[in-house]
């Protein structure tokens, strides 16, 4: 069972053989006729309301297990399930309705019954096996029962039929049709009295508004209730817009488009000249079913629209231009199980990458326009969930949804196709579906070639002429559009590409104050990116000091390569100009090695130790023992040469700093002699009775100790010259 309820609320559930269920905080009447008609014996009997207090008492005819919870925020679900009993159910409450024992009659025939009636007028007939065998016109096996008894299997049996008809209809295999035969009414014979009249069995009478807050569902109907509720609600409870509101593909009508509008503005006036707003609407769906925006909002200028139609203006600006003037109207969700889902979508200006977006509704809701209005919003629609997935299987049912049903591939659906193929890794397919549409020359022609052009950039691939050609020649026809800046900018690309730095940096600064920051800072980048890597020493220093006049925006990474060079070239002061400002990640680890170097070429050895703190690694100790070099520090060298494993340097460093200790515990072939010659130590007194000894000893070492120093004095060759500062 499940109720309908304002809001989530507290509960309380008493189990037994009754469930009695209480309501806190709020006082509700429930309608308990259409959960009534379908109900059954098997489980419960009957459910009561008791007056005056929001409780509800349902009978129970099983040992059942009841479970309660709130599915979304406004709906109770009460769920009973287990095995019924088995004993005699014909006396039990079913529906509010009690059952009478059905009476056994003596079987004078006896032949076997079957347990289904047959009905013959007012009277009821059981018919055995036997009596069927012979024929219809025989009367062998007919027991005929006594009309109150007939009166009561009749009611019992049309209320099982009702039951099951009101259950198969709220699944949705039936659709209830009103009889449309008109009522007659029987006269009576003369030997029929009011009394008999009244005898025969009374018609079950179904409310006229059945379930308004409360209904009863089988176990088949549970599985669905949470799909019915997606349909309805979204997650956080709100209620969602029906999709009949929605339904642009029936907003054509039959007629043609001329046909069509032409009835329809010819009724735009009634009786009176009084302006008939219900076809006000009509026509502005109609224009909207078309893709015409501007026109429907002109059919609805002057009528106030009630707020339950006030999403036709919002329909109106995305099938426009695909930009909604206004806030989202209410209803529209993207987790909705529905159309308002895709509106939803196609209203706001960015999808955020963790927004619960119900893909498969939006699917569905897409895939039952027609095919011109697919080809109309499929592209606003993929833009927007691409913003959210580069790339995704979402994204290719879009494309092939809007290339179903089209006779003739249409140019936006192809350069949305060939975004596809780029996101996906498909260059070949992308670069043929961009060429179709540049060489139709239609209106989606610039835009193909501006995306022809980024493409090839981003491979590093060759631009052609005739496409920088072309982007130039489209830039001075459209001047003063929209496109025009995107135009210029690509023709700047194609330019330095060609290596052409000169015209290319020209057209950049013509468009300079009115590109978007995005573009500027891409079309930067990739122009600064060329002339790095141009052969030319002198071309190069001559763009980077025009470049570092004009500021442009560029990105770490290639700020920290036009620095290196310029290092590299031995220009520090101007390479501080692209290492002014602060980085990130692994461009800024690399800024900070190239602020060091910059510093010891500057010779700043104590600045670029500084931009050396908390840095590790090989690169980071050379650096770092450079400076300490250059301030003398031969100890600090010695730690850092030996840091990076490079022992030669670290026993050079202990020599020069005259560090014997150190210098000892070094193992190195090549500094063996320094080493024993460091081992020589001041002799302690030696005792007059050894002092020949020791004597004589001296003398045979002194040879080798000759040899040493004058191997260490042309090892270590002395400068005469003064240091100069």
Same mark, same amino acid.
């Given at each position: 069972m499940v109720?309908?309820?304002?809001?989530?609320?507290?509960?309380?559930?008493?189990?037994?053989?009754?469930?009695?269920?209480?309501?806190?905080?709020?006082?509700?009447?429930?309608?308990?006729?259409?959960?009534?008609?379908?109900?059954?014996?098997?489980?419960?009997?009957?459910?009561?309301?008791?007056?005056?207090?929001?409780?509800?008492?349902?009978?129970?005819?099983?040992?059942?297990?009841?479970?309660?919870?709130?599915?979304?925020?406004?709906?109770?679900?009460?769920?009973?399930?287990?095995?019924?009993?088995?004993?005699?159910?014909?006396?039990?409450?079913?529906?509010?309705? =009690?059952?009478?024992?059905?009476?056994?009659?003596?079987?004078?025939?006896?032949?076997?019954?079957?347990?289904?009636?047959?009905?013959?007028?007012?009277?009821?007939?059981?018919?055995?096996?036997?009596?069927?065998?012979?024929?219809?016109?025989?009367? !062998?096996?007919?027991?005929?029962?006594?009309?109150?008894?007939?009166?009561?299997?009749?009611?019992?049996?049309?209320?099982?039929?009702v039951q099951q008809m009101s259950r198969v209809t709220s699944q949705g295999l039936l659709e209830p049709k009103p009889d449309q035969r008109q009522a007659t009414v029987k006269s009576l014979s003369p030997s029929q009295t009011p009394e008999q009249e009244v005898s025969k069995p009374e018609r079950l009478q179904l409310p006229d508004t059945p379930g308004l807050n409360m209904r009863a569902v089988s176990s088949i109907d549970r599985d669905l209730i949470l799909t019915d509720q997606a349909r309805r609600y979204s997650v956080n409870g709100e209620r969602c817009m029906p999709d009949d509101m929605l339904a642009v593909q029936t907003w054509m009508g039959e007629d043609t488009f001329t046909k069509r509008v032409g009835r329809l503005r010819r009724a735009l006036v009634g009786e009176f000249d009084k302006a008939d707003s219900a076809t006000a609407v009509e026509l502005a769906r109609t224009y909207i079913s078309y893709g015409f925006g501007v026109e429907a909002e002109q059919a609805l200028d002057g009528h106030i629209l009630p707020a339950s139609q006030q999403y036709i203006l919002a329909m109106a600006d995305i099938v426009e231009d695909g930009v909604l003037v206004g806030k989202v109207p209410e209803g529209w969700f993207f987790d909705c199980d529905g159309a308002a889902a895709m509106w939803a979508v196609l209203a706001a200006n960015s999808v955020p990458a963790t927004a619960s977006l119900d893909e498969d509704a939006i699917l569905r809701a897409f895939g039952a326009l027609q095919p011109e209005m697919r080809a109309h919003l499929g592209p606003k629609l993929f833009e927007r969930v691409q913003q959210r997935h580069a790339n995704s299987d979402m994204l290719k049912q879009l494309v092939k949804l809007m290339e179903r049903g089209r006779n003739t591939p249409d140019p936006e659906v192809q350069l949305v196709s060939a975004d596809l193929s780029r996101a996906s890794g498909d260059e070949a397919v992308a670069h =043929?579906?961009?060429?179709?549409?540049?060489?139709?020359?239609?209106?989606?022609?610039?835009?193909?070639?501006?995306?022809?052009?980024?493409?090839?950039?981003?491979?590093?691939?060759? !631009?052609?002429?005739?496409?920088?050609?072309?982007?130039?020649?489209?830039?001075?026809?459209?001047?003063?559009?929209?496109?025009?800046?995107?135009?210029?900018?690509?023709?700047?690309?194609?330019?330095?590409?060609?290596?052409?730095?000169?015209?290319?940096?020209?057209?950049?600064?013509?468009?300079?104050?009115?590109?978007?920051?995005?573009?500027?800072?891409?079309?930067?980048?990739?122009?600064?990116?060329? !002339?790095?890597?141009?052969?030319?020493?002198?071309?190069?220093?001559?763009?980077?000091?025009?470049?570092?006049?004009?500021?442009?925006?560029?990105?770490?990474?290639?700020?920290?390569?036009?620095?290196?060079?310029?290092?590299?070239?031995?220009?520090?002061k101007q390479a501080a100009h692209f290492l002014a400002s602060a980085a990130g990640g692994d461009a800024g680890r690399e800024r900070r090695l190239l602020r060091a170097e910059m510093a010891l070429s500057l010779a700043r050895p104590r600045q670029a130790e500084a931009e050396l703190l908390g840095l590790t690694g090989a690169d980071v100790e050379g650096l770092r023992s450079r400076a300490r070099l250059l301030n003398n520090d031969h100890r600090g060298a010695r730690i850092s040469y030996a840091t990076m494993g490079n022992v030669e340097q670290a026993a050079e460093q202990a020599w020069l700093g005259s560090d014997w200790e150190a210098l000892s515990a070094i193992d190195s072939d090549n500094w063996k002699m320094e080493q024993r010659l460091s081992a020589k130590t001041e002799q302690s007194e030696i005792a007059p009775e050894k002092a020949l000894a020791r004597s004589r000893s001296l003398l045979s070492e002194s040879s080798g100790l000759r040899s040493d120093i004058a191997g260490l004095l042309s090892r270590h060759e002395v400068s005469n010259a003064l240091p100069v500062k």
């Open positions: 109720l309908d309820m304002p809001r989530t609320v507290k509960w309380n559930l008493e189990t037994g053989e009754k469930l009695r269920l209480n309501l806190v905080g709020i006082q509700a009447e429930f309608d308990t006729v259409a959960a009534q008609q379908k109900l059954n014996a098997d489980r419960v009997a009957s459910i009561t309301q008791t007056d005056g207090v929001s409780e509800l008492v349902v009978d129970l005819n099983c040992s059942c297990e009841v479970q309660s919870y709130f599915a979304g925020t406004k709906m109770l679900v009460i769920d009973i399930y287990g095995t019924p009993n088995s004993s005699d159910l014909s006396t039990k409450q079913v529906a509010g309705i =009690k059952r009478q024992p059905m009476p056994q009659e003596d079987n004078k025939t006896g032949a076997p019954r079957y347990a289904l009636p047959l009905f013959a007028g007012s009277e009821t007939v059981v018919v055995s096996k036997e009596a069927k065998s012979k024929g219809p016109d025989t009367a !062998v096996g007919l027991v005929k029962l006594p009309k109150p008894v007939a009166a009561s299997r009749l009611q019992e049996t049309e209320q099982r039929l =043929k579906a961009l060429d179709d549409v540049i060489d139709n020359s239609g209106k989606s022609a610039p835009i193909a070639l501006i995306e022809k052009i980024d493409l090839l950039t981003s491979l590093n691939r060759p !631009v052609p002429e005739g496409l920088q050609m072309l982007a130039e020649a489209y830039a001075k026809e459209y001047h003063q559009d929209a496109l025009e800046l995107q135009l210029m900018r690509v023709n700047s690309m194609a330019l330095a590409n060609a290596q052409r730095f000169g015209a290319a940096f020209v057209a950049l600064d013509a468009v300079r104050e009115e590109l978007d920051a995005k573009s500027l800072k891409s079309a930067s980048n990739y122009l600064m990116a060329r !002339v790095v890597h141009t052969p030319k020493n002198l071309e190069f220093l001559t763009q980077v000091f025009s470049v570092a006049e004009k500021q442009y925006p560029l990105d770490a990474k290639v700020e920290n390569d036009v620095a290196k060079r310029l290092l590299s070239l031995g220009f520090p």
